[in-house]
């Protein structure tokens, strides 16, 4: 019966996906923060975070929204060690790490950092092919909230930078946090190494009404810095599927 029911929530959820085009999700996500310290780095901090993932048809956004504001009002964390006083900056933007992504014109958005609260700065600006990011899929499985979700890893990638996901399979979306393209289904965890930030689901709702406008947050009536064109994946074209040796 719990199986069944399982399974009936992973096709409604994809059914209802597919006909309204629509889907907001909201994780829990924390970054940590690192200071080098003879030599080497040491952590002195993990920041919390809401992250926000709005897909409307072709156009998709996700952002985060600090939640440590009120532990570190002066925007910095500071160690004392030996009497030596140093500190690390935290942003105090309510909106930050922007990436948006239209799939009909091909055009990928990013404010990587901070600077939303004075939107004075630029932002980043990427033209893409589709296919420009691939994934290897692994026999690895495991229940998240209740739904089964199988593990991928990014191949378009360096090792130390490639995200890793654990994504459900029935419930279709092609994008997801921080920049995921091509995805092989909602992603319910993700980690990102190069910015040591970890994204896990908390809810999501599809066929919610999201406005037009929540695509063009203020930061992008800054100019826009044209980085790079992200070309179509050469290696292993597509989702791969890894097997276990039988």
Same mark, same amino acid.
């Given at each position: 019966?719990?199986? @069944? $029911? &399982?399974f009936s929530? /992973?096709?409604? %959820?994809? =059914?209802?996906? *597919? ?72 942003s105090l ?11 009909? @014109? $091909? &055009?990928?958005?990013? /404010?990587?950092? %901070?600077? =939303?609260?004075? *939107? ?65 289904g909602l ?60």
């Amino acid at each position: 019966m719990k199986a @069944s $029911l &399982l399974f009936s929530l /992973c096709w409604f %959820s994809t =059914i209802v996906f *597919a006909q309204t085009s629509s889907l907001q999700a909201h994780y829990f996500v924390e970054v940590e923060k690192f200071i080098s310290q003879d030599g080497e780095l040491r952590k002195v901090a993990t920041l919390p975070y809401e992250g926000i993932l709005q897909i409307k048809n072709a156009r998709s956004i996700s952002y985060l929204r600090p939640l440590y504001l009120s532990e570190y009002p002066e925007g910095r964390i500071e160690l004392n060690k030996n009497g030596l006083l140093r500190s690390v900056h935290v942003s105090l933007d309510t909106m930050q790490s922007v990436y948006s992504i239209n799939l009909d @014109s $091909l &055009l990928f958005r990013a /404010c990587f950092g %901070s600077g =939303i609260a004075g *939107a004075s700065g630029v932002h980043s600006l990427f033209t893409f092919e589709r296919g420009c990011r691939a994934w290897q899929i692994f026999p690895e499985t495991k229940e998240i909230n209740g739904i089964l979700c199988q593990r991928a890893v990014e191949m378009s990638a360096s090792s130390d930078k490639a995200a890793q996901i654990w994504f459900a399979p029935d419930i279709s979306a092609q994008v997801g946090p921080m920049g995921i393209m091509d995805a092989p289904g909602l992603v319910y965890e993700a980690y990102f190494p190069s910015i040591a930030t970890r994204w896990k689901l908390r809810e999501f709702i599809a066929g919610s009404d999201i406005s037009d406008a929540v695509f063009w947050p203020r930061i992008f009536n800054s100019p826009s810095r044209f980085i790079n064109h992200l070309r179509k994946y050469k290696g292993e074209t597509g989702i791969v599927q890894v097997r276990t040796t039988q």
